[in-house]
Nanobody, 115 residues
Framework: QVQLVESGGGLVQPGGSLRLSCAASGSIFSLNVMGWYRQAPGKERELVAHISYSGITNYVDSVKGRFTISRDNGKNTVYLQMSSLKAEDTAVYYC?????????WGQGTLVTVSS
């Protein structure tokens, strides 16, 4: 099994920055993809960004140029650096780990962008 522990959420003002972290532990398969999703109140969960083990990234259009996903394979950790935050970025952010055997979600961390 794989366990995910997320951290870094909180309250930030519009235009501010925040970094989320997600550490994976357990039976990590090297060919994995890790990503961040978010779910705003009353909306469906959506992909924010994901990154393959080799570092190939993909972003939803609404965060391109503002968010950066990265990973440290030695620490089995994925990061989401969020800048120029907007009120519409407010959501619970979930980390997801996927390999050919399983898919695991983190517990979620709340990001609130408000003045």
């Amino acid at each position: 099994q794989v366990q995910l522990v997320e951290s870094g959420g909180g309250l930030v003002q519009p235009g501010g920055s925040l970094r989320l972290s997600c550490a994976a532990s357990g039976s990590i398969f090297s060919l994995n993809v890790m990503g961040w999703y978010r779910q705003a109140p009353g909306k469906e969960r959506e992909l924010v960004a994901h990154i393959s083990y080799s570092g190939i990234t993909n972003y939803v259009d609404s965060v391109k140029g503002r968010f950066t996903i990265s990973r440290d394979n030695g620490k089995n950790t994925v990061y989401l650096q969020m800048s120029s935050l907007k009120a519409e970025d407010t959501a619970v952010y979930y980390c997801k780990y996927s390999d050919k055997y399983l898919e695991v979600w983190g517990q979620g961390t709340l990001v609130t962008v408000s003045s």
